[in-house]
Protein backbone atom coordinates (compact mmCIF):
# COMPACT_ATOMS: atom_id res chain seq x y z
CA UNK A 1 0.00 0.00 0.00
CA UNK A 2 1.13 3.52 -0.46
CA UNK A 3 0.03 6.90 0.66
CA UNK A 4 -1.08 9.47 -1.81
CA UNK A 5 -0.97 12.96 -1.21
CA UNK A 6 -1.57 16.19 -3.40
CA UNK A 7 -0.95 19.61 -3.20
CA UNK A 8 -1.27 22.57 -5.26
CA UNK A 9 -4.65 23.67 -5.45
CA UNK A 10 -5.97 26.71 -4.82
CA UNK A 11 -8.26 29.64 -6.24
CA UNK A 12 -7.37 31.36 -9.35
CA UNK A 13 -9.00 33.37 -12.29
CA UNK A 14 -10.56 32.01 -15.55
CA UNK A 15 -7.31 32.06 -17.97
CA UNK A 16 -5.05 31.73 -15.37
CA UNK A 17 -2.92 28.39 -14.34
CA UNK A 18 -2.13 25.87 -11.24
CA UNK A 19 0.31 23.36 -10.91
CA UNK A 20 -0.75 20.22 -8.87
CA UNK A 21 1.31 17.80 -7.43
CA UNK A 22 1.13 14.18 -6.33
CA UNK A 23 3.33 12.38 -3.92
CA UNK A 24 3.07 8.52 -2.95
CA UNK A 25 5.23 6.75 -0.74
CA UNK A 26 5.49 4.29 1.71
CA UNK A 27 5.99 1.69 -0.60
CA UNK A 28 9.38 -0.18 -2.34
CA UNK A 29 6.75 -0.86 -5.79
CA UNK A 30 8.08 0.44 -8.94
CA UNK A 31 4.49 2.27 -9.46
CA UNK A 32 2.68 1.66 -12.93
CA UNK A 33 -0.55 4.55 -13.72
CA UNK A 34 -1.07 7.56 -11.80
CA UNK A 35 -3.54 9.93 -12.40
CA UNK A 36 -5.52 13.21 -11.69
CA UNK A 37 -9.03 12.76 -11.72
CA UNK A 38 -11.48 15.64 -10.60
CA UNK A 39 -15.32 15.97 -8.69
CA UNK A 40 -17.48 19.04 -9.11
CA UNK A 41 -19.97 19.51 -7.06
CA UNK A 42 -22.89 17.65 -7.59
CA UNK A 43 -20.94 15.47 -10.39
CA UNK A 44 -19.32 11.97 -10.55
CA UNK A 45 -15.28 12.26 -10.02
CA UNK A 46 -14.18 12.19 -13.47
CA UNK A 47 -10.58 11.10 -15.26
CA UNK A 48 -8.74 14.44 -16.22
CA UNK A 49 -5.33 12.25 -17.21
CA UNK A 50 -3.42 9.85 -16.30
CA UNK A 51 0.19 8.86 -17.29
CA UNK A 52 2.16 5.25 -17.14
CA UNK A 53 5.30 4.59 -15.89
CA UNK A 54 6.58 4.62 -19.52
CA UNK A 55 5.17 7.98 -19.82
CA UNK A 56 2.24 7.26 -21.98
CA UNK A 57 -0.23 9.82 -21.58
CA UNK A 58 -4.26 10.27 -21.97
CA UNK A 59 -6.17 12.94 -21.30
CA UNK A 60 -10.72 13.96 -20.96
CA UNK A 61 -11.46 15.85 -24.05
CA UNK A 62 -12.11 18.41 -22.11
CA UNK A 63 -8.97 19.52 -20.96
CA UNK A 64 -6.86 18.59 -24.12
CA UNK A 65 -4.50 21.42 -25.32
CA UNK A 66 -4.39 22.84 -21.99
CA UNK A 67 -3.71 20.31 -19.20
CA UNK A 68 -0.01 18.68 -19.10
CA UNK A 69 0.60 15.59 -16.96
CA UNK A 70 4.13 14.68 -16.18
CA UNK A 71 5.91 12.43 -13.66
CA UNK A 72 9.02 12.17 -12.01
CA UNK A 73 9.19 8.56 -11.54
CA UNK A 74 12.19 8.13 -8.84
CA UNK A 75 10.54 10.51 -6.75
CA UNK A 76 7.09 8.77 -7.47
CA UNK A 77 5.86 11.95 -8.17
CA UNK A 78 3.28 12.90 -10.94
CA UNK A 79 2.72 16.48 -11.95
CA UNK A 80 -0.75 18.23 -13.72
CA UNK A 81 0.10 21.80 -14.99
CA UNK A 82 -3.66 23.18 -15.65
CA UNK A 83 -3.64 26.63 -18.13
CA UNK A 84 -6.23 28.35 -19.81
CA UNK A 85 -8.54 27.37 -16.60
CA UNK A 86 -12.01 27.67 -17.20
CA UNK A 87 -14.76 27.57 -14.39
CA UNK A 88 -15.98 24.30 -15.18
CA UNK A 89 -12.69 23.06 -14.12
CA UNK A 90 -13.72 23.59 -10.51
CA UNK A 91 -13.57 21.01 -8.29
CA UNK A 92 -11.68 18.40 -6.10
CA UNK A 93 -8.80 16.69 -7.78
CA UNK A 94 -7.88 13.74 -6.59
CA UNK A 95 -4.49 11.50 -7.41
CA UNK A 96 -4.69 7.87 -8.04
CA UNK A 97 -2.64 4.93 -8.21
CA UNK A 98 -3.47 2.20 -9.44
CA UNK A 99 -0.74 -0.38 -8.76
CA UNK A 100 3.24 -1.31 -8.98
CA UNK A 101 5.13 -4.26 -9.67
CA UNK A 102 7.67 -5.62 -7.03
CA UNK A 103 9.86 -8.43 -7.92
CA UNK A 104 8.31 -8.80 -11.34
CA UNK A 105 4.86 -9.43 -9.77
CA UNK A 106 1.79 -6.70 -10.42
CA UNK A 107 0.19 -5.63 -7.45
CA UNK A 108 -3.18 -3.72 -7.38
CA UNK A 109 -3.19 -1.04 -4.94
CA UNK A 110 -5.96 1.93 -6.29
CA UNK A 111 -4.82 4.26 -3.27
CA UNK A 112 -6.47 8.15 -3.71
CA UNK A 113 -5.11 10.86 -1.65
CA UNK A 114 -7.61 12.81 0.35
CA UNK A 115 -7.88 15.77 -3.06
CA UNK A 116 -7.10 19.60 -3.20
CA UNK A 117 -9.64 21.90 -4.20
CA UNK A 118 -9.33 23.94 -7.13
CA UNK A 119 -11.73 26.76 -7.91
CA UNK A 120 -11.59 28.93 -10.97
CA UNK A 121 -13.89 31.89 -10.91
CA UNK A 122 -15.22 33.80 -13.88
Known amino acids: QVQVVESGGGWVQAGGSLRLSCAAS????????MGWYRQAPGKQRELVAR???????NYADSVKGRFTISRDNAKNTVYLQMNSLKPEDTGVYYC????????????????WGKGTLVTVSS
Open 51 to 57: ITSGGNT
Open 26 to 33: GSTFSINT
Open 96 to 111: NVDGGYYRGTYYSMNS
